[in-house]
Each structure stands twice: as structure tokens, then as C-alpha cells.
């Protein structure tokens, strides 16, 4: 069965910290390009950064840009959204997916063929 699952969200203060990881499993990541995505209660789902497969190339929203990196590690089969610097705004839940290439665009939700279900995140003091 091939899954995505996302794990490292929880409560942290604003100014603090987390890593998000996306693990699959039931494939290999080695040849998809991952996107990070997130959902804000009574908003839409908004993209985050996006991955391509073999780590060269990274995007981020506007929002996001130089408080949070995209990485992956393929020998792993895990993808990591490091967050720093986390705003109230953040809080949301955040959820990985993969795109059968080796470029995607968070912009192009479209481009995914498999999505996690998600792990939440809540900044709050």
C-alpha cells in the first residue's frame, strides 16, 4: 500500500521551532518531487514549498521564505519541512505529498498523486 505520513507537528510558542518529516512507504521518493502544504481552519489549502527529486531545486510561498527549508534525505525515504521563527499564522494542518517527477510547484497542487493525512500544527503562547 503506498502512503505518505507525516510526523513531528504539536504546540510550540511563536518565535519557536519544528520539523515536520513526510516518510513513505510501499515506494521509494527516490523519483518524485514532494510539496508541503497546509490547511488553516475555514481557509483553504495553501502551498508551502515544494522539492524536486533529487534535492537541486527548492520553492517557497512568500509567507514562509527564510523561516522555513525543504530538504529530503532519499536514503531515508523522508522528505523534512524545518520551521523557525513560527507565527501564530502558521497554525495549521500540514500535510506532504509526492508528484511522479522530478519537478513540481506547490503552486500546481495538481501535479501530486499522493498526499499524507496530515499532522497538526498550532503556535500559541
Known amino acids: 500500500q503506498l502512503q505518505l505520513v507525516e510526523s513531528g507537528g504539536g504546540l510550540v510558542q511563536p518565535g519557536g521551532s519544528l520539523r515536520l518529516s513526510c516518510t513513505a512507504s510501499?515506494?521509494?521518493?527516490?523519483?518524485?518531487?514532494i510539496g508541503w502544504f497546509r490547511q488553516a481552519p475555514g481557509k483553504e489549502r495553501e502551498g508551502v514549498s515544494s522539492?524536486?527529486?533529487?534535492?537541486?531545486?527548492?520553492n517557497y510561498a512568500d509567507s514562509v521564505k527564510g523561516r522555513f527549508t525543504i530538504s529530503r534525505d532519499n536514503a531515508k525515504n523522508t522528505v523534512y519541512l524545518q520551521m523557525n521563527s513560527l507565527k501564530p499564522e502558521d497554525t495549521a494542518i500540514y500535510y506532504c505529498a509526492a508528484a511522479r517527477r522530478k519537478y513540481s510547484d506547490y503552486r500546481r497542487p495538481y501535479e501530486y498523486n499522493y498526499w499524507g493525512q496530515g499532522t497538526q500544527v498550532t503556535v500559541s503562547s
Open positions: 510501499g515506494f521509494t521518493l527516490d523519483y518524485y518531487a
Open positions: 522539492i524536486s527529486s533529487s534535492g537541486g531545486s527548492t
